[in-house]
């Protein structure tokens, strides 16, 4: 009982923690007259994919490798099909010129690329299939590019992001980080020790529990953001967050994760890599179907059915 209460708990300090530390860290830069669009694109970024993070920088300390590779493929997935589908549902998503043409076509060039470099018994008859360090070098470095894009669009754009930055006194700004900083860590240990013993309890593989629970647990900002978002009819922030999300999961936290240590491949999650590379490639098409570049209701409930059929499959199969 204690594991499951633990567990819980975990994801709700994570969750929280990643709220602090965002507010906190947002209000400092904010003192330093730092742009919102700035600030938008590197802390508020970076806090709603920091429970993706922690969780994937634990699993890869502790060699849980298939919970660290199933909470981003997870992820991912979930982003697309459910919290998508959910914006969808709410309010017809359009998507700009750039994520329909640039973003989303990244989105899949990442998916694509977790398939090729974690397939060396496949491709070029190795004997360990995997992400190695080098892979994620070079992960980190398509990130880097990518946040250059974004910055270089946001330049030229001159757009500001819509987000609410509180200003708080620099004691409270302070207090927020540590008490966010804390939260994540000892979130992120509970998250991944409760895993680990509920798959042995229930004698399930780590990586089902990592592709479900895990990775819809540590989804939840993107799903509150993309959400709200929907509801003010905000779609470039509801589908820009979902996109970038992805792609941030990808480049930056797998690249991370194999960086700290490889991460071994089994054959098992090549059906989870194909998923992942048919949530980009069927969000590209969908946006060419109907309404140009727009994801209309019709579509988000067809997204959220594929989802809730993959979750069944896993789970009779896993």
Do not use: C
Request: hydrophobic letters at 55%; glycine letters at 10%.
């Amino acid at each position: 009982m204690l594991t499951y209460i633990l567990f819980v708990v975990g994801f709700v300090l994570l969750i929280k923690g990643a709220d602090l530390l965002v507010d906190g860290a947002a209000s400092v830069a904010k003192k330093f007259n730092i742009s919102s669009i700035v600030i938008g694109l590197t802390i508020v970024a970076f806090g709603t994919s920091t429970p993706e993070l922690v969780v994937n920088i634990f699993a890869s300390v502790k060699g849980n490798s298939e919970i660290a590779i199933g909470n981003i493929l997870g992820s991912n997935i979930v982003n697309i099909f459910f919290i998508l589908g959910i914006a969808a549902v709410i309010t017809p998503i359009v998507a700009k010129e750039n994520t329909a043409w640039k973003e989303i076509p990244l989105s899949l060039l990442a998916a694509i690329l977790i398939g090729v470099l974690a397939n060396d018994a496949l491709i070029d008859g190795g004997t360990f299939s995997g992400l190695t360090r080098i892979d994620g070098i070079v992960f980190i470095s398509f990130f880097i590019i990518f946040m250059y894009y974004t910055f270089g669009i946001s330049a030229v754009t001159g757009e500001e992001d819509n987000i609410d930055i509180k200003i708080l006194s620099n004691t409270k700004a302070a207090l927020f980080i540590l008490t966010g900083l804390v939260g994540l860590i000892v979130g992120g240990k509970w998250i991944v020790d409760g895993a680990v013993n509920i798959a042995e309890m229930f004698g399930v593989s780590q990586s089902l529990i990592g592709l479900t629970v895990i990775a819809v647990g540590t989804s939840l900002p993107e799903l509150a953001t993309s959400a709200i978002a929907a509801y003010k009819k905000q779609s470039d922030i509801a589908i820009g967050n979902v996109i970038g999300s992805n792609i941030f999961n990808t480049f930056f936290i797998l690249g991370a994760s194999a960086v700290i240590r490889p991460l071994p491949f089994s054959r098992d999650s090549d059906l989870d890599i194909l998923m992942n590379i048919f949530a980009s490639t069927l969000l590209f098409i969908l946006l060419f179907i109907g309404k140009r570049h727009t994801i209309e209701r019709w579509q988000g409930f067809l997204m959220i059915t594929i989802y809730i059929g993959y979750i069944v499959f896993l789970i009779k199969t896993r």
